[in-house]
């Protein structure tokens, strides 16, 4: 039978947190007792003297052996002194293991939780001594900041990148053993110092740590943060759900209901192998760790919460947008339209500046969101009036803000995304996935389109999962739009025409709809006019510009036109033509969630579809190029809808070219079809009738 082995670990952290139990670790039978001395080296000193004839192997907690950044490697005084009394059992501070199991676990979130480190904004109390996890960020984020000088130096100064730190490093050497004086140490400098860095933490989602560093730091710094640390006992998370953290993430194991750090794991690895530390490989490592079965820990102190962020980018429709700001509204009360013009021309150069920033967005999966709507200065008329590269270099100068804030993907929104190629430029020189919204554009204009249809009451309700006895036209059906609402029509109409100059086109879409919806009934027309009269539903979606693409007088009385070109196929004096007939330009989105943020035309937690997109691929974690380009894939058009539904989204409003519409003026457009309808119906009825009576009076002369 194999004797029992001590190994004990007397680290310089809390000695509440301290534990004793027997276990039978890699073939061996060990005594493990962990001993906290509250950072009292002295005593330290003393229990190290007193086990190095006792023990097995000895684990050294808190401190490092040292730590390389770079070229550059240090060599911790502290650590170095300690063990320096220890002469005969094994002394290790598990420093290569511990590295391995903070690295690993982070990797193992960021697959886990999918993308979770993108663009995070990172702080390391110490990228000297965490130089390998701050590697491994790296490759997720860049948005890193180091307090190194801050806390090393007391110099009001943070490191933001790989390459701030590397060249600290280059000249750390030369200070240090350097420490304030105590009569700074202890006054307005480590005042000034604590300070910053609780200003440092305030702006981070993710704080790296030595958990008992955090200890002094409280709700303001802490809430809604994600923190990278080790040895995190039972009473440590309840310490840090009190505090608000969401998310700890630690590499060390569980044994036996204990925390095992790093350096007592590693002691124990050497008392049952009998290596020294310096022996141990990387191979030894990872034969041990996966022969354990050892699994990195991501802990929720108060129940899962997990939250994303994006950025949408927003701009004034016309001058009237710049009257929200008070200044701009005395001055336009009493200045010349001219003076205006010239305002609305200086405001195109005007850097993007955060207009709103957006929370409360929560999905019914639990995941929540939040934002920022950032805006660019030019109307519709300055962002046409330039050349695509002005608007370009505004929007990745959008970008550049929403990197820094932490958004993780960026939305155009209005005329932005039309400019030039439709966002494919922006995306490829943008430090963060761009998505026009285009998609759930699509989506909810045809959402909108289906709902309204229904909502007038002027059609068969369909039972069960039959098919709306409903005729719809699609009119520039074989462009990027219209071709994704004629396969989505395909699925849900009793009868789709589809029109296009484009024959050959047209002959091929058709194939392709049949081949996904092989019982759709389909009919091909060169021209809008030859069937529209018959319609219940048109959708226009072509490139016309202006061109009159239909004739809204031989519209049907009650059809439903859903204009999803952009400019608008229908301008609002065509509208106003036939207001028996109601004509969307537009779905909006009902948010999930109590929504703040400032308005921006639309009811309390409302949005547009294509601000509602990059929401949507936030909450699901999808960070990256979703719609960009003038050519939409129906199947991403389906896609989103579905990830909308499963984040909580509704269809809020419908809305046409002078808004969303009330109940009453759905209703009242009703009421005008069946007026217009029944009057046809009696005109038909009327000219009928003198038909009728000819007839019987040439049959009547036919008689015998």
């Known amino acids: 039978m194999n004797s029992v082995k001590t190994v004990v670990g007397i680290s310089l952290g809390s000695s509440a947190h301290d534990f004793e139990f027997s276990t039978h670790f890699l073939g061996a039978h060990l005594q493990v007792r962990r001993f906290g001395t509250d950072g009292n080296l002295a005593k330290a000193t003393r229990l190290l003297k007193y086990w190095d004839k006792r023990a097995a192997a000895i684990g050294l907690g808190v401190l490092k052996d040292g730590y390389k950044a770079g070229a550059y490697k240090f060599i911790d005084a502290d650590s170095a002194r300690l063990k320096a009394v220890v002469h005969k ?33 990172t702080l390391f109390f110490s990228g000297l001594k965490h130089y390998k996890l701050a590697m491994s960020m790296a490759e997720y984020t860049d948005n890193l900041a180091f307090a190194d000088p801050l806390n090393q130096l007391g110099v009001p100064k943070l490191l933001t990148s790989l390459q701030a730190l590397q060249l600290y490093a280059s000249g750390a050497h030369y200070v240090k053993d350097w420490s304030l004086p105590s009569a700074l140490s202890s006054g307005p400098v480590k005042e000034w110092t604590r300070f910053l860095l609780r200003k440092a ?36 998370i309840e310490t840090l ?20 750090g790093p350096d007592l794991l590693d002691a124990m690895i050497c008392a049952a192998t009998g290596k020294q530390p310096d022996e141990l490989l990387e191979d030894d490592y990872l ?22 962020r994006f950025a949408f980018v927003i701009h004034p429709l016309s001058q009237e947008y710049f009257k929200k700001i008070k200044p701009i509204d005395l001055l336009s009360q009493v200045s010349p339209p001219v003076l205006m013009n010239s305002l609305e021309k200086i405001m195109a ?9 957006v929370s409360g967005i929560q999905s019914p999966t639990g995941v929540e969101v939040e934002g920022w709507l950032i805006s660019v200065g030019g109307t519709p008329k300055e962002i046409m009036r330039h050349s695509p590269e002005f608007t370009y270099r505004r929007l990745l100068d959008a970008a550049a803000m929403a990197k820094r804030l932490g958004a993780q993907i960026m939305g155009l929104g209005a005329f932005t995304k039309v400019v030039g190629d439709a966002g494919v430029t922006v995306a490829k020189r943008s430090p963060l996935p761009i998505t026009t919204g285009n998609s759930y554009s699509a989506s909810g204009a045809l959402w909108a389109a289906h709902d309204a249809l229904l909502r007038m009451r002027l059609l068969p309700m369909p039972k069960g999962r039959q098919r709306v006895k409903f005729k719809a036209m699609v009119v520039g059906a074989t462009g990027a739009i219209g071709s994704v609402c004629a396969r989505l029509l395909a699925m849900v109409a009793e009868e789709v025409y589809l029109v296009s100059p484009e024959t050959a086109k047209l002959l091929s879409l058709k194939d392709a709809i049949l081949q996904e919806t092989p019982d759709a009934k389909l009919f091909l027309s060169a021209h ?21 693409v239909l004739d809204i007088m031989k519209v049907k009385p009650g059809c439903v036109i859903t204009d999803v070109a952009r400019p608008l196929d229908l301008p609002a004096s065509e509208v106003a033509k036939r207001p028996d007939v109601l004509v969307i330009e537009s779905g909006e989105i009902q948010l999930p969630g109590d929504v703040q943020m400032k308005n921006i035309g639309l009811p309390q937690g409302v949005v547009y579809a294509c601000l509602a997109e990059t929401i949507v691929l936030a909450l699901e974690g999808r960070f990256e190029n979703f719609t960009v380009g003038r050519a939409i894939e129906w199947e991403k058009v389906r896609e989103i809808y579905q990830m909308g539904l499963k984040h909580g989204m509704k269809l809020a409003a419908i809305s046409g070219v002078n808004g969303p519409f009330s109940d009453e003026e759905i209703e009242k457009v009703r009421e005008l079809a069946l007026a217009a309808r029944a009057q046809k119906t009696a005109k038909a009825v009327k000219t009928s009738q003198p038909l009728k009576v000819a007839a019987r009076k040439r049959k009547a002369t036919r008689l015998p």
């Open 201 to 236: 933490m305030q702006k981070a989602s993710v704080v790296v740590a030595p958990v008992h560093e955090l200890d002094e730091f409280g709700l303001e710094e802490l809430a809604g943060k994600t923190v990278i640390t080790s040895t995190v006992s039972d009473t440590r």
């Open 287 to 308: 034969e041990i760790i996966i022969g354990l079965a050892l699994t990195p820990r991501i802990l929720y102190p108060n129940g899962f919460k997990r939250v994303n």
């Open 89 to 121: 059992a094994p002394v290790t501070l598990g420093g290569p293991l511990n590295d391995i199991l903070q690295e690993w676990a982070v990797r193992h979130a960021q697959v886990e939780l999918g993308n979770y480190f993108n663009n995070a904004r």
């Open 528 to 548: 809008a006019d030859k069937d529209i009269a018959d319609m219940d539903m048109i959708v226009t979606a072509t490139s016309g510009a202006g061109k009159k």
């Open 349 to 357: 150069y005007a850097p993007p500046f955060v207009y709103s920033r």
């Open 241 to 260: 759900a009190a505090k608000g953290v969401h998310m700890v993430i630690d590499g060390a194991p569980v044994m036996h209901g204990h925390t095992i």
